[in-house]
């Protein structure tokens, strides 16, 4: 079973880029090209803002961007504003149409 | 547009089973797959299962494997989720999500259904 790591929290004045990495195990046997975000905002649904690890769907800023190296994938927001206050997850697909999230890294925007 | 609208909230014995519904609109259905996430108070997203709504092949985290069932309705482009032989810890919001076909993430999710085990 494969295990995601993400730092808990993460903060930033408005303006500022930050970055929450996500880094899975040696042996995980997960695809780090199969990585997907998640902003999830307390009491809404989640919402797709990175898919294949550096996708943006359609309808999300362009301040959100992913990059991989290696086992470690990572999501970057710039310009950051109040409304970015959220958790985002990681989620990587791990083979047999199962998937693994991380822990959660909670945002905050001061 | 897209929709996922989940059945409302919940409240079941521990030792019970539950079923929440997921029904979709807005896309052809039967060209996607479509997950079962989690959220326990105070917690993270945990994924459950996946289902296809082309074949009916299953997929599901092993902690739940003995007690979760996932099943479709093409005729009404519903997924439904049962959860058997429920535990307090099993109190959760629950959400389903569509998976495009081939495709490795959740691009639409529904509102969540709150799931409470209580005796």
């Known amino acids: 079973q494969s295990a995601l790591t993400q730092p808990a929290s993460v903060s930033g004045s408005p303006g500022q880029s930050i970055t929450i990495s996500c880094t899975g195990t040696s042996s995980d046997g997960g695809s780090y090209n199969l990585v997907s975000w998640y902003q999830h905002h307390p009491g809404r649904a989640p919402k797709l803002v990175i898919y294949e690890s550096t996708k943006r769907p359609s309808g999300i800023s362009n301040r959100f961007s992913g990059s991989k190296s290696g086992n470690t994938a990572s999501l970057t927001i710039s310009g950051l504003q109040a409304e970015d206050e959220a958790d985002y997850y990681c989620c990587s697909y791990v083979g047999s149409a199962s998937w693994v999230f991380a822990g959660g890294t909670k945002l905050t925007v001061l | 547009q897209v929709q996922l609208v989940q059945s409302g909230a919940e409240v079941e014995k521990p030792g019970a089973s539950v079923r929440v519904s997921c029904k979709t609109s807005?896309?052809?259905?039967?060209?996607?797959?479509f997950t079962w996430v989690r959220q326990a108070p105070g917690q993270g997203l945990e994924w459950v299962g996946w289902?296809?709504?082309?074949?009916?092949?299953?997929a599901y985290a092993q902690k739940f494997q003995d007690r979760v069932t996932l099943t479709t309705d093409t005729s009404t482009s519903t997924i439904h989720m049962e959860l058997r032989s429920l535990k307090s810890d099993d109190t959760a919001v629950y959400y389903c999500?569509?998976?495009?076909?081939?495709?490795?993430?959740?691009?639409?999710w529904g509102q969540g259904t709150l799931v409470t085990v209580s005796s």
């Open positions: 999500a569509r998976v495009p076909g081939w495709k490795y993430y959740f691009d639409f």
């Open positions: 289902i296809s709504a082309n074949n009916g092949e299953r």
């Open positions: 807005g896309f052809t259905f039967n060209i996607y797959g």
